[in-house]
C-alpha cells in the first residue's frame, strides 16, 4: 500500500510538472524589437534611444505576469539596413511591436515592413506617412508642425520679419522646411531661401554665404544631432548677429558639445522631460519626467542630457499600457497574428497616458498623440538648456 502511495504521489508530481511546462508555454513573454543606429552619423541619436529602453525595460519589464525580452539591432545609419532588420525581428525573432529609429527615412523603412508584415510599430521620431495607408503605425515624437509653430510664434514675439532656412537633404529637412512655410505664412514672416546639406558633409560654408547674401533677420535650422551643429558653427564663423533658431532634432549632448559657444542663445522647442526640474509643480509631465531621469540614472550610471532617451522610454510606456490591457482582455497570446491586432486596435485606443513628453492619446487615422502640453521652448546657455522666459 505504501509502495502504491509513492507511485501515486510520483504520478501526481509527474502530471503536476506537466500541467506547469504547458502553462508557462502559453505564457509567453512579450517581445519588443527596436532597431537603432548604433553606429553612424545619426549614433548621436540612436546610442541614447537604446539607453532609454534599457530604462524603459528596468522600469517596467513585466506586464501581466508576462517578461519583456528587448531585442536591439544598429542600422547603422542606414533607412535600407533599418528595414532589413525590421524583417528580421518580425520573421525571425517574432517581435508583438517594433520600436525605432533614429532618422526619419529610415523610420519610414521600418514602417513598410511593419504595415506589410501587420506588426504594430511605435515610431520615436516623427514619421513622414499617408495615416490612411500605414494602419500599423503610430508615433511617440511630437508633430513636425506642433512644434515649428511654437518657434514661429517666439520668431513672432522676438521680432522677426524674415528668416533664412538651412536643412537636411532629406525626409526631415523636408518635414521641417514645410512646417515652417506653414507657420511663417500665418504669423506674416518671410521665409528666404531653401539650403540643403547632407548628414554626412562636413561643412556649409557655401549654403550658409547664400543665406546671407539674402539678409534674413533670423536663420531657421533643420538638421539633427551632431550634424546638426554645422549651421550654427558656419554661421558664427561668418559673424551673423541675428537670432538662429533649431528644433527639438537637436536636443542631445552631442550636439552641444560640438556646437560650443556658436549655439549660446539658440532657441529651439522640445518636450518638457528635457528641463522636469525647472517645469511648475502642477505640469502634468513633471512628476514622470523625474522618475525617468532616476530609473536612467541607475540603468546607466550617468545622467541623462538628451530628449532622445525619452522617447523610447515613452514608447515602452505606450505600449505597456495597451499590452495590459490586451492580455486583461485575454485577445491572444504573444506572438500570434490574432495578439499583434489586438495590441494595434489597444494602442490606437489610448487615452491619457503620461508620459515624460507629453499626454498620449491615439486614435485610428492619426500617427501622432500629442498636444500642446508636449512642447517647451528652450533656450542653450552655456551648454545647458534652460526653460527659455
Known sequence: MKKKLMSLGRGALAAGALVAAAVAAQAADLKVGLSVSLSGPNSSLGVPYAKGMQAALAYKGEIAGRKVQLIVLDDGSDPTTAGRNARKLVEEDKVDVLMGTSGVPAAIAMAQVGRDAKVPMIGLTPILLNPADNAWVMTVAQPTQLMIDAVVQRMKKDGVRSVGYIGFSDAWGDLVFSALNQAAKDAGIQVLGNERYARSDQSVTGQVLKLLAMRPDAVMTGGAGTPGALPFLALAERGFKGKVYGQHGLINPDFVRVVGAAGQGALMPTGPVIVAEQLPADHPTRKMGLAFRDIYQKVNNAPTS????????????????????????????PGTPEFRAALRDAIFSTREVVGTHGVYNFKPGDLYGVDERARVIVTLDKGQWKLAP
Open 306 to 333: 538628451d530628449a532622445f532617451s525619452a522617447y523610447s522610454f515613452d514608447g515602452w510606456l505606450v505600449f505597456a499600457d495597451a499590452a495590459q490591457r490586451v492580455l486583461a482582455a485575454g485577445k491572444g497570446e
